[in-house]
């Protein structure tokens, strides 16, 4: 096992390499950031937040989140969607689909049967050249250089970058229907 000063100083990367990840998240409030806020804000519907694996579990906090702060929201996971779950989808909804790669098969099944709906893609995506980047609507870049796993493997500053940009969202939906510390009540 390693002493208590190595340990100290992987934590201390871990922290760093996320908050890192966190801070190039600037960069992606962009046009379609602010047209994903706009377009939630005037939508009559509910956001659908999806997503497969680590990114699905993401998306459960989004839904939470957004709940909470004025804006409905539903999580449909991305496997259960192709297997029938794609009723849950109203009218109006718009849907985000949270994907580090892009690139996973449950999702590019997925993708076609939603575009086929005519609902509102907004991609939360690792890989702004993917396969579901460029099938939606709006994509979020949540692009990350490195995870802080020390094998650059496990989902560690990419599920951040992803949560983090969630909360944006929520943030700025929050502020723009004038929700109040009374409405969260």
């Known amino acids: ?33 602010i047209k994903c806020v706009q377009q939630i804000v005037r939508s009559k519907g509910r956001v659908v937040v999806t997503g497969i694996g680590k990114s699905a579990i993401i998306g459960q906090k989004m839904v939470a989140t957004f709940n909470s702060t004025g804006t409905p929201a539903i999580f449909m996971h991305a496997a259960d969607a192709i ?3 794609l009723g849950i989808i109203q009218k109006d909804d718009i849907i985000i689909c949270i994907s580090k790669s892009g690139e996973t098969p449950e999702i590019k ?6 575009k086929q709906l005519g609902s509102l893609l907004i991609s939360i995506v690792g890989n702004t ?12 870049d949540a692009t990350v250089c ?18 983090v940009m969630g909360d944006a969202l929520a943030v700025c939906l929050l502020e723009a229907r004038g929700f109040t510390a009374g409405d969260f009540a």
């Open 1 to 33: 096992m390693k002493t208590p000063d190595a340990l100290k100083k992987v934590a201390i990367q871990a922290i760093l390499d996320e908050s890192a990840a966190i801070h190039a998240l600037t960069e992606s409030v962009n046009k379609d950031f």
């Open 83 to 85: 297997h029938g779950d």
């Open 109 to 114: 099944v997925l993708v076609p049967l939603l």
């Open 129 to 140: 050249d993917s396969y579901l980047a460029l099938q939606s609507d709006y994509v979020l």
């Open 146 to 163: 490195k995870e802080a796993c020390p094998n650059n493997l496990a989902p560690t500053s990419s599920t951040t970058a992803q949560l």
